[in-house]
């Protein structure tokens, strides 16, 4: 099984919201990622937790936190969004280990207004 | 600076005509290589893979990619293009030991029924 899930499909959200994207995998994976990828560009990366712990955070302001409840799960907490945040949200995860091959979930649509 | 170069924005070819998309890559270590595909409206799959070994891997779907050290490349083929075929395609590389995928800017393929 190499599925990535991620909930909800789709999300609008006012710039005044608190919202949730959720990411689960099954494939015993120990290294998480969130991607963010506009459209017709590759992703960019957000964060990278390792074994449960944040080992890559690439910058991103402080409106969108991480957080990995345990070595399945993977959540993105969003808070004051901005319009030009509305961008399709990735998750992917990999062993723990290099050289690190990606699965990718579908994705979560998010629009902010 | 690591980068992927991708060589073809868009490709357009007809039903049953050969394809290759160039990539290259600019980093003189310890490269993993990937090619990444997304269908209209689907997830980034994972096309193939090359870490070591014969150079010249198989993917899924019919794809090949050949990796040559000597040029920096790893170009993806494939014999017989479908209809089904038409995606954007990303290759990307890891460097050493580390979690980031460096991506290139992607190739848009349309093929012709």
């Known amino acids: 099984d190499t599925e990535v899930t991620q909930t909800p499909k789709h999300l609008v959200m006012g710039m005044t919201n608190k919202k949730s994207l959720k990411c689960e995998q099954h494939m015993g994976h120990r290294a998480m990622y969130w991607y963010k990828q506009k459209a017709k560009k590759p992703p960019e990366l957000m964060f990278v937790?390792?074994?449960?712990?944040?080992?890559i955070n690439e910058s991103v302001p402080s409106r969108f936190s991480p957080e990995c409840p345990n070595s399945s799960l993977l959540n993105l907490h969003l808070h004051a969004l901005q319009p030009e945040d509305s961008a399709l949200y990735l998750c992917?995860?990999?062993?723990?280990?290099?050289?690190?091959?990606?699965?990718f979930g579908p994705g979560t649509r998010l629009t902010v207004t | 600076a690591q980068s992927v170069s991708q060589h073809n924005h868009h490709v357009i070819l007809s039903e049953a005509a050969s394809l290759e998309l160039g990539c290259n890559y600019s980093y003189g270590g310890t490269v993993n290589l990937f090619w990444y595909v997304q269908y209209p409206g689907q997830h980034l799959q994972l096309l193939l893979k090359?870490?070591?070994?014969d150079p010249l891997v198989k993917g899924i779907k019919g794809f090949e990619a050949e990796f040559i050290k000597s040029k920096f490349s790893f170009n993806l083929r494939k014999p017989s293009v479908q209809w089904s075929d038409t995606a954007e395609y990303f290759c990307?590389?890891?460097?050493?030991?580390?979690?980031?995928?460096?991506w290139g800017a992607g190739t848009k393929l349309i093929i012709k029924p």
């Open positions: 990307a590389v890891t460097v050493d030991s580390n979690y980031q995928l460096i």
């Open positions: 937790y390792s074994y449960e712990k944040l080992s």
């Open positions: 090359y870490f070591s070994g």
């Open positions: 992917a995860s990999s062993h723990g280990v290099p050289p690190y091959e990606q699965y």
